[in-house]
């Protein structure tokens, strides 16, 4: 391992902290303790439409309960107003990227819509795959406008990486065609505010769930797109199960730390009951964070 690598926890305010969260930060956490490294806590507010000021409240709120501080910043100084680790606060960040981007490489709108895919798929009898979209709007060149998304031209060829919980890993940069950076409601994506975000603030190991793998490969060609020399290393984890092995998500209202905390249960019983999830225990039981992290070692 090398030394002092810098991760982060990067919730969404979309809802409520729940256990797959929890699950995160152990492992955040944990490699990050691992390599003597530190947390960045990030707001990951890109969606507009589906970021909520109260969520965030929320969230803030529950990692203090959970006893869960990030290095930098601590959830006063988010609470206290405009924050670098807050994206809905830095719209210049990204529009600055945007353009270094646009110089870098082809970035286009696009107007192909899920029938588009279908009638691609119908002609064609296979489903689209990348790079580039089945309406070839980067050829018709299209104005730039709202209600079309803008995709970045990032080439063909696979992106491998050494995951350090997968090992070697490898994947198509444009599975399904050019990444988009910024949607039809003109929010800028996840994958191209994750990549802008972990090069400045100088995020070197991402942690995060397996059902990121395939996004991976476009997230490195964009970090180097954009100017990063070395882009980050990843680390997947399991995502959290049921007892019968179905996937739980946020939805779940099981899952939900404030109200698990509400109803008397304590962040002992959380720590155990996720990284039990997600394979660190056998069995659920209660566990301090600090014994979570262990569970990496
Ligand atoms: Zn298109």
Same mark, same amino acid.
């Given at each position: *391992?090398?030394?002092g690598?810098? @991760? ?14 929890? !699950? $995160? ?49 601590? @959830?006063?100084?988010?609470? !206290? ?8 606060? $830095?719209? %210049? ?8 981007? %646009?110089? %870098? ?9 899920? @029938? ?7 002609? $064609?009898?296979? !489903? ?6 089945p ?20 080439g063909?060829?696979d ?8 090992? !070697? ?17 003109? $929010? ?10 972990? @090069? ?27 100017g ?31 109200a698990?905390?509400?109803?008397g249960?304590?962040?002992e ?7 039990? *999830?997600?394979?660190l ?15 990496? %070692?």
């Open positions: *391992m090398t030394g690598q810098t @991760t982060r926890f990067a919730p969404a305010p979309t809802g409520r902290l729940h256990l797959g969260h929890l !699950a $995160n930060a152990i492992y955040v956490w944990g490699l990050a303790r691992r390599s003597g490294g530190r947390v960045l806590l990030r707001i990951e507010d890109h969606d507009r439409q589906r970021c909520r000021p109260e969520y965030e409240a929320a969230l803030l709120g529950d990692l203090d309960r959970l006893g869960l501080a990030a290095d930098e910043p601590s @959830t006063d100084e988010l609470r !206290a107003g405009p924050s670098s680790y807050r994206q809905s606060d $830095n719209g %210049a960040v990204y529009v600055a990227a945007f353009e270094r981007l %646009a110089t %870098a490489t082809d970035v286009y709108a696009c107007d192909c819509s899920r @029938t588009t895919f279908a009638a691609w798929r119908a002609r $064609n009898d296979r !489903a689209w795959t990348g790079p580039g979209c309406g070839d709007c980067l050829a018709r060149g299209l104005d730039r406008r709202p209600g079309l998304l803008l995709r970045a031209s990032l063909d060829r992106e491998r990486w050494d995951d350090l919980l997968l090992g !070697a890993r490898s994947g198509p940069v444009s599975p399904d065609g050019d990444l988009p950076v910024s949607d039809r409601n003109g $929010n800028w994506t996840y994958a191209f505010c994750v990549v802008v975000d972990d @090069t400045r603030h100088g995020v070197d190991l991402v942690v995060r769930g397996e059902d990121l793998v395939d996004a991976t490969p476009a997230q490195i060609r964009l970090a180097r797109r954009l990063r020399a070395t882009p980050p290393r990843f680390a997947h984890h399991p995502l959290i199960r049921g007892p019968d092995g179905s996937k739980l998500s946020k939805a779940d209202g099981a899952t939900a730390i404030g698990r905390l509400d109803a249960h304590t962040r019983e959380l720590f155990g009951e996720a990284a039990a *999830m997600v394979g225990l056998d069995d659920p039981r209660p566990i301090t964070f600090d014994e979570a992290l262990h569970l990496l %070692a």
